[in-house]
């Protein structure tokens, strides 16, 4: 059986990032054929065009994470109706110089918690309308806007049993779409 490669990318920094928790809670869930890292975005330099022939160390790592995986998981928190700033600088730096676009052809899926009724659906389209520019095909559905409720996570921090359907569903869709477009 094919393992395939994730490239996890939090659009959170912040130590108790509930968009890390989850991040992590969905390694729980079954998917055998998946293999997830969770990458490094909170020491990159703002990105700058002027740097481009002179990249900073951890942007080539990025830049090499990412053409390495085979998919690509971004999990974010909505700041403002859209994006971090983080995720956006990440974003940026891994598709530049023009022509060198890390993400281009990758598999993606979305998702994000937020304790707001509608959970991350703004930044989640905002993210949409980015990868589209960059080539990035994306889970269309099922869309999964999370909201924190008590029993999205167990006390040992594993998605919670109500939650879990759901998440496996969204989790198995996107097996299907990471298998559908890598083959």
């Known amino acids: 059986m094919t393992t395939y490669q994730i490239a996890v990318i939090v659009g959170s920094l912040r130590k108790d990032s509930l ?4 991040a992590t809670a969905l390694e729980s869930l079954e998917h055998p054929q998946l293999s997830f890292k969770q990458l490094q975005i909170g020491d990159l330099p703002l990105y700058n065009q002027d740097d481009d022939d002179n990249q900073a160390e951890s942007v080539k790592r990025l830049k090499f994470e990412v053409k390495s995986a085979q998919g690509l998981l971004f999990i974010t928190p909505e700041y403002n109706r859209s994006i971090p700033g983080v995720l956006k600088n990440a974003i940026d730096h891994a598709s530049r110089p023009r022509g060198q676009n890390s993400w281009a052809g990758k598999p993606a899926g979305i998702l994000g918690v937020s304790p707001g009724a509608v959970g991350t659906a703004a930044a989640q389209q905002h ?8 080539d990035v095909p994306t889970l269309a559905q099922p869309e999964a806007f999370i909201q924190l409720k008590d029993g999205l996570f167990d006390e040992a921090g594993y998605i919670g049993a109500e939650s879990k359907p759901f998440l496996q569903n969204w ?7 990471v298998k559908k477009l890598v083959a």
């Open 19 to 22: 968009n890390r928790k989850l």
């Open 127 to 134: 993210l949409r309308n980015i990868l589209v520019c960059l």
């Open 171 to 177: 989790m198995n869709k996107y097996v299907t779409w």
